[in-house]
């Protein structure tokens, strides 16, 4: 019963649903019918309106190429307006407001861009492109000019003052006097690594950007040489004046051969100062400001630095190839050796300040003349070491003393201590396989050198004693410099003990070979081995005895008061020793033979001195008295 009823209602909705449809498509048939309708009349319409839309875009057409036109004129307006204002104020120069200058180039730069580039333009504006061509150039040549006038205004030679306010207080000239500002080798300054070197300002700061400008506008319009030239020619000028103010020469190996050594070794020492102030001055300011000027031209740049500086540095190189060519002699050791010094100590500056290509050479010469400052130096080294074993000076010193080559052998030695970490450096420039050690082998070398020269030159005298004393006090000299010096610690106490018995045993020797003599008149001896007694000896032979010790004492004592132990120890330490020997055999021989000539006649002309008088003329010995002083 629920399911037929269902099915009524189903067959109801559907029926009504048909009708719906029906009436659906009796609507959409009728629309279809008035569309259709106006489909026909839209046609018509449209061919009736078509001559008049044609007519309509034509003019449009017309207006947008009219508009199209008016702007382009109004472009070409534009350029021309531009191009006149251009003109004014190249034709005004750029003196007055270079800003406007450089903007006014830039324009005409564009106008003749915009003309060129435009084909329908380009045929017809031939005149205006050649105009702006010519204004162009005009503007260029006015903008060098004014690049060279700003150059050459502000590039002046620097006064030597302002460099020395520049350099570390320790490196500064004297206030005394002193020109020059040449420096002496003082090892025990302080070093200069962290000593602040203030690079000078050689061109006003505010400046360098306007010098930059122009120098880009030059480069834009291919004027590359001209400014190469300006540049080149208006600061190399004013570097080489700056070197020549300082003091700087050009001198060739002649010049050096034919100067005194004294006047070689000042000149030596300014240039030591001069070859500081360039490098880390002089060229690092002239390096910093050409990296300044001309800013992102780097070829050009590169080039014109090493053109601006390639003179100075010849000037100062070539004195430095003149002394290390020049002949060698062992006092230009300690003056090639400074040299050698800065140049190692400017080796970094000279290698960053010259480091680009154009500046190879430059800083290869450099380079070399290290080395070959450091190989003369080393053949000097070995010439020296020769000269001491071989020196055949002929003069010999009467009295015995220091020899004036021991003296300088020493203090020769002692100046290479001072120079002991730059001769460890010289060293590993030859490959040394240990530096540290080299440096005491040669001095071992030397000091035996010396000592075969001192034995040679001892044998001029005819004194066996004086010989002794002369080795004694040279060797003790020796001794006393070495333990007062750095070369104790490279020739090492052993060496010291051995040549301090070297100088007991000449000590040894002068007493022996001067006063075993004498002594022998104060020795009696019998047949047997003891001494004998007073009866066993005549009176006679005690006078002979007597006057034998006084004339040999009195010819020693003339003697050798002009020799001379120049050392107050050892002087005080050899008359001591001689008194040791002599006053207690002498007071010996007075007790026990004394009263035998006392008690006769005439007792003071055999016994003419006392044991007190013979200490007061020993302590005269030694003293270096001259023959025309008269015996005391």
């Not at 008016?70 to 307006?81: G, N």
């Not at 030239?229 to 070197?243: G, H, I």
């Not at 190879?360 to 080393?378: C, G, I, P, V, Y």
């Not at 001192?454 to 070495?482: E, P």
Request: a neutral charge; proline letters at 4%.
């Amino acid at each position: 019963m629920g399911v037929a009823q269902a099915m009524e209602a189903l067959t109801e909705r559907a029926g009504l649903m048909k009708e719906s449809l029906q009436k659906s498509q009796t609507i959409t048939d009728n629309m279809v019918g008035i569309l259709g309708s106006f489909d026909h009349r839209l046609s018509a319409l449209e061919t009736a309106m078509r001559p008049t839309q044609i007519r309509t875009h034509s003019i449009r057409r017309a207006h947008e190429n009219i508009d199209k036109a008016l702007k382009q004129a109004e472009v070409i307006l534009d350029q021309f307006d531009l191009s006149k204002k251009a003109e004014a104020k190249i034709l005004r120069g750029p003196h007055e407001d270079l800003e406007s200058y450089l903007e006014a180039i830039d324009q005409l730069r564009g106008t003749i861009k915009f003309f060129s580039n435009n084909k329908i333009f380009k045929s017809t504006a031939t005149g205006v492109i050649g105009h702006a061509h010519n204004l162009l150039s005009k503007a260029l040549s006015k903008l060098e000019d004014e690049f060279r006038q700003i150059l050459q205004n502000y590039s002046k030679p620097m006064e030597p003052d302002r460099l020395f306010e520049c350099l570390p207080s320790n490196l500064r000239p004297s206030t005394d006097g002193e020109g020059g500002g040449g420096k002496t080798h003082d090892p025990h300054q302080k070093s200069l690594e962290n000593a602040i070197f203030t690079v000078p300002t050689v061109i006003p700061p505010r400046v360098l950007p306007l010098l930059h400008d122009l120098a880009q506008q030059m480069v834009q319009a291919g004027h590359q040489q001209q400014l190469f030239k300006t540049y080149r020619d208006t600061r190399a000028a004013v570097l080489e004046q700056s070197l020549k103010k300082l003091g700087v020469e050009r001198l060739s190996k002649d010049d050096v051969q034919r100067m005194q050594w004294e006047v070689l070794e000042a000149k030596i020492g300014n240039w030591i100062h001069y070859m500081r102030i360039s490098v880390k001055l002089l060229f690092a300011a002239e390096k910093k400001i050409c990296d300044q000027i001309l800013d992102g031209v780097e070829s050009l740049r590169d080039q014109c630095f090493g053109e601006v500086t390639a003179n100075s540095v010849a000037i100062l190189l070539s004195f430095g190839e003149a002394i290390a060519k020049s002949k060698r002699s062992p006092e230009k050791l300690f003056v090639l050796l400074d040299m050698y010094e800065i140049m190692r100590e400017l080796k970094p500056e000279i290698e960053l300040v010259f480091g680009s290509q154009p500046c190879t050479e430059m800083k290869d010469s450099a380079l070399n003349l290290t080395k070959r400052l450091a190989q003369t130096a080393q053949e000097t080294f070995a010439d020296f070491e020769e000269a001491v074993e071989k020196d055949a000076t002929k003069t010999a010193v009467m009295d015995g003393t220091v020899h004036p080559l021991t003296s300088y052998v020493i203090n020769y030695v002692k100046f290479l201590f001072d120079y002991q970490s730059t001769l460890t450096l010289l060293f590993q420039e030859f490959d040394s396989k240990d530096p540290d050690s080299e440096l005491g082998a040669v001095t071992t070398r030397i000091m035996h050198a010396l000592q075969n020269n001192l034995d040679g030159k001892s044998k001029q005298y005819k004194d066996a004693a004086l010989t002794q004393l002369f080795l004694m006090n040279n060797v003790h000299y020796i001794v006393r410099s070495v333990r007062r010096s750095e070369a104790k610690d490279l020739l090492g106490d052993d060496w010291v003990q051995i040549h301090r018995r070297i100088v007991q045993q000449h000590a040894n020797q002068y007493k022996r070979v001067s006063w075993a003599k004498i002594l022998q008149c104060l020795t009696v001896q019998s047949s047997g081995s003891g001494p004998v007694e007073n009866s066993n000896i005549s009176r006679a032979s005690v006078k002979d005895r007597f006057k034998t010790f006084n004339s040999q004492f009195e010819e020693l004592h003339q003697r050798q008061c002009q020799w001379t132990v120049p050392d107050s120890e050892l002087r005080e330490s050899l008359r001591l020793a001689v008194a040791e020997v002599l006053l207690p055999a002498f007071r010996s021989f007075l007790k026990r033979f004394g009263p035998m000539i006392e008690s006769g006649k005439n007792p003071q002309k055999y016994i003419r001195f006392t044991p007190e008088d013979l200490e007061r003329m020993l302590n005269e010995f030694f003293e270096g008295k001259t023959w025309s002083e008269p015996k005391r």
